[in-house]
C-alpha cells in the first residue's frame, strides 16, 4: 500500500520514490498506464517522461524515450531528457525582449543567447501534483513567481500527461499570469522508436508535414526572421526519408549547428490541431504519429547529446534520440511576422501535443 497514492478507498496511480537529490529533496515517480499496457513513468522533477514503454510488432514492451536512472543525473545534466521547458522554450536572442515599454534581460546560457529560459529552468524544479485521479493521467503544475528566471508577473503553469486507449501520449499545457507575459511551453523528450537502449536514430524514418522552416541567422540559431520553403533542400521531409539521410549534406543551415536542430513552420498561427510528424523503425516496426496545436516544431536530432550514462547503465551519446519539440517559433517575442508568445494578463495559454504510437 505504500507505493500508491490513495484518494479517498480508490486506489489511483502507482506512486514510487524516484530518489533524493543532494539537496536533500526526494522525488518522485508515478506510473500511468492504459488498458492496453502501454506505460508511462513521470516524474515530479521538471514535470519529466522518465520512460514510455510501447509495444513492438512482436508484442515486447520497448521503452522508447530516453531518460536517467536518477533524478540527480536529471540536475546534473543539461540535455533536457523528457522535460517540460518553460517559462519559454527555445532561444531569444540576447536573452532580451520589450513588453510595454520595458526590456526584460534573461541569463545568457547559450552563445550569447537565452535557451530554454536558462540555467533555472522548469526542468529543475520539483513540481506539484494538481490531481492523479485515474490510472492513466496525472496533472503536474508549477507557481512561477514575478521576476522569476527574468519574466514579468506571477505565473501558473500546469502540465498534464495522458495515456489513451489509441495509445497516445497526450500532454496538455496551461498558464495563467498576472502580468503581460511570454509562455512558450514545451516537452523535450528524446524518441528512438527502436528502443533508448539501440544507438542512434539516424536509420529510423521520419516525415515531417511542415512545407516551410525559419533558417538560422548563424551558427548561434536565432532565426533570420525569413520563412522559406523546404523543396529542394534537406530539410524536405513532407516525403519520409531516414534521419541520416541527408543530415550530414553540404548544406549551410546543417553546418550552422552541426545537423537538424531547426524550427518547422506547421502553420501561422496556433490553435487547430494539426499532424506534425510521423516516425517509424524499421527494426521494431513501432510507428509515432505526433500532433499538435502548436504553429511551431524544433526538429532535433541530437546532435549534442553528450556521452552519459542512462537509465539501466545504457551508455547515450550524440544522435541516440531525435525531439520533436511543439512550441512557438524560436526568439518570436522579438520577431514580427512570427505568432507572438505573448500571454497577456488575465488571459489563458492553452495547448496540446499528441504522441501516437503504432505497430
Ligand atoms: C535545442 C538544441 C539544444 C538542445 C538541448 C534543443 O531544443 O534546439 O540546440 O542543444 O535543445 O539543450
Redesign the pocket.
Known amino acids: 500500500m505504500d507505493d500508491r497514492m490513495w484518494k479517498g478507498a480508490i486506489i489511483i496511480m502507482k506512486k514510487e520514490v524516484f530518489g533524493t537529490l543532494k539537496d536533500g529533496t526526494s522525488i518522485s515517480l508515478y506510473t500511468l498506464r492504459n488498458a492496453r499496457g502501454m506505460e508511462a513513468k513521470v516524474t515530479d522533477l521538471g514535470a519529466t517522461l522518465v520512460s514510455l514503454f510501447v509495444p513492438d510488432r512482436d508484442g515486447v514492451m520497448r521503452d522508447v524515450v530516453l531518460g536517467y536512472e536518477t533524478p540527480q543525473d536529471y540536475v546534473d545534466n543539461?540535455?533536457?531528457f523528457g522535460t517540460v521547458?518553460g517559462r519559454s522554450?527555445?532561444?531569444i536572442d540576447k536573452g532580451r525582449f520589450e513588453i510595454n515599454g520595458k526590456t526584460y534581460q534573461l541569463a545568457i546560457n547559450?552563445n550569447e543567447n537565452n535557451?530554454?529560459s536558462g540555467p533555472d529552468g522548469y526542468d529543475k524544479r520539483k513540481w506539484e501534483v494538481a490531481s492523479a485521479d485515474c490510472d492513466s493521467c496525472i496533472e503536474f503544475c508549477l507557481n512561477s513567481p514575478d521576476g522569476d528566471q527574468g519574466f514579468p508577473g506571477n505565473c501558473r503553469i500546469t502540465v498534464s500527461y495522458t495515456l489513451t486507449e489509441e495509445n497516445e501520449l497526450v500532454l496538455h499545457y496551461g498558464a495563467d499570469c498576472d502580468a503581460d507575459t511570454v509562455v512558450n511551453l514545451?516537452n523535450?523528450t528524446y524518441f528512438n522508436l527502436g528502443g533508448h537502449d539501440s544507438g542512434k536514430v539516424l536509420d529510423q524514418k521520419l516525415m515531417l508535414t511542415a512545407k516551410y522552416y525559419t533558417p538560422a541567422r548563424d551558427h548561434q540559431?536565432i532565426p533570420t526572421g525569413e520563412i522559406v520553403p523546404v523543396a529542394g533542400t534537406p530539410m524536405d521531409f513532407t516525403t519520409a526519408k531516414p534521419i541520416g539521410q541527408d543530415i550530414e549534406a553540404d548544406f549551410e543551415q546543417l553546418k550552422f549547428?552541426g545537423g537538424y536542430?531547426?524550427n518547422f513552420a506547421i502553420s501561422e498561427k496556433p490553435g487547430e490541431m494539426k499532424k506534425m510528424a510521423e516516425a517509424y523503425c524499421d527494426k521494431t516496426g513501432i510507428g509515432l504519429e505526433a500532433y499538435t496545436t502548436c504553429c511551431g516544431m524544433?526538429f532535433?536530432a541530437?546532435?549534442?547529446?553528450t556521452e552519459s550514462k542512462g537509465k539501466g547503465g545504457v551508455s547515450y551519446g550524440p544522435r541516440h534520440g531525435f525531439?520533436l519539440?511543439s512550441q512557438f517559433y524560436?526568439n518570436a517575442i522579438n520577431q514580427e511576422g512570427f505568432a507572438s508568445p505573448l500571454l497577456a494578463a488575465g488571459e489563458h495559454y492553452d495547448s496540446t501535443t499528441v504522441y501516437k504510437f503504432t505497430v
Open positions: 543539461t540535455c533536457y521547458i522554450g527555445n532561444r547559450d535557451l530554454h514545451t523535450h540559431a549547428v536542430d531547426h524544433q532535433y541530437g546532435n549534442f547529446i525531439c519539440e524560436p
